[in-house]
Structure formats: structure tokens, C-alpha cells
């Protein structure tokens, strides 16, 4: 558990609004940006990183303290998004759109290009697997939680993604090459 981990922890256990505040602050770009990076609308992910927080403080009791904060969040974000979902089809981010908290991080086009190819070769479940991994930097236990599999299969998941890119990027590359 990291320090600011146990501050968070502190904070949902003593319900005080300050340490509260505090965790808004620090998690909200993380959440809009994984929100945003799984094809939420800007506006949609900006609703939902709220909803996310409204939640979290309305049922702060129920946090369980053997899982990161990190993980608590980005599960209740996940579990609205697919309420979202249901009631109707998500709309593509506008590329050029800044969250609205802190800037984002540096785009390099190649890195960029292999996130559009990971969202059309891959299903639903396991895009987020390997945006939590990779675009959100989780250990695949946090990840086995948000998504609710467990963390074996998150790298089971990873490790057919991984191959999946990497054939369709041979392919892509054996198609130029006899051009």
C-alpha cells in the first residue's frame, strides 16, 4: 500500500470532506482519462467520473480496505459506464478534446494508432484489460477486480490481446511491403 493509498483509506474511514477533496482531486484525471480512453464521450466521461465520486462518498461504509483505493474507484466507474451502455450506444471522443483538470499526457501518433487498432480488433473486456494494464498502469489483481475475473484470466486476456495486435501488425506490415 502506498502512502497517499493509506491517506485515501483514512479519509473514506473518517468521512471527512477535506481528505475527500483531496482524493477527487488526485483520481479524477485518472478516471476521465480511462473513462475517455474506453470510447466514453468527453461530456459522458465527465458525468461519469462525478457519479463515480457521488457514489463513492454516499457509500464509503462499504469500502472494503484489502483493495486499493484506485481499484474501489475505477470498479464503480466501470459498473456506470456499463449502466450508460445499456441505456444507449457510447459516443467516440473528439480526439482533440482536453480533460478538464490537467493536461494530457504527451500523444505520440504510433502509440495513438495502436490504442485505434487495439479498440477495433479487440471485444469490450478485453480492450479494458489492456487499457487498465498499459494506459492506467494497474497490477493485473486490481484489474481482476475492477473487471470481476479473476487475475489469471486478466492475464490470459492480456497475453491474447498482445498476440492478437501483434498479428494484425505483421499483417498490415506484410501488405505494405508486396505493395
Known amino acids: 500500500m502506498t502512502g ?3 491517506q485515501w483509506r483514512s479519509a473514506l474511514r473518517s468521512g471527512t470532506a477535506d481528505g475527500f ?3 477527487v482531486a488526485a483520481y479524477t484525471p485518472r478516471l476521465w482519462r ?3 480512453g474506453l470510447g466514453y464521450a468527453a461530456a459522458d ?22 483493495w486499493a483505493v484506485s481499484t474501489w474507484l475505477f470498479t464503480i466507474a466501470r459498473n ?6 445499456r441505456r444507449r450506444q457510447p459516443v467516440r471522443a473528439i480526439a482533440d478534446h482536453d480533460p478538464p483538470v490537467v493536461e494530457p499526457a504527451p500523444h505520440h501518433p ?26 492506467d498502469d494497474l497490477p493485473h489483481e486490481d484489474i481482476a477486480a475492477i473487471l470481476g475475473i479473476t487475475a489469471g484470466h486478466v492475464r490470459v486476456l492480456i497475453h491474447r490481446a498482445r498476440g492478437q495486435l501483434a498479428m494484425d501488425i505483421a ?5 505494405h511491403a508486396t505493395i
Not at 458525468?47 to 462499504?62: I, Y
Open 21 to 23: 477533496d483531496d482524493l
Open 171 to 175: 499483417r498490415s506490415e506484410d501488405s
Open 45 to 66: 466521461a465527465d458525468d461519469l467520473v462525478q457519479e463515480t465520486f457521488l457514489r463513492a462518498w454516499q457509500h464509503r461504509h462499504r469500502y472494503d480496505g484489502n
Open 110 to 135: 504510433a502509440v495513438d494508432g495502436l490504442w485505434d487498432r487495439a479498440r477495433r480488433l479487440l471485444d469490450d473486456r478485453t480492450y479494458q484489460a489492456l487499457w487498465l494494464r498499459y494506459g
Open 34 to 36: 480511462h473513462l475517455v
Open 4 to 6: 497517499d493509498d493509506a
Open 80 to 85: 456506470l459506464g456499463a449502466s450508460l451502455r
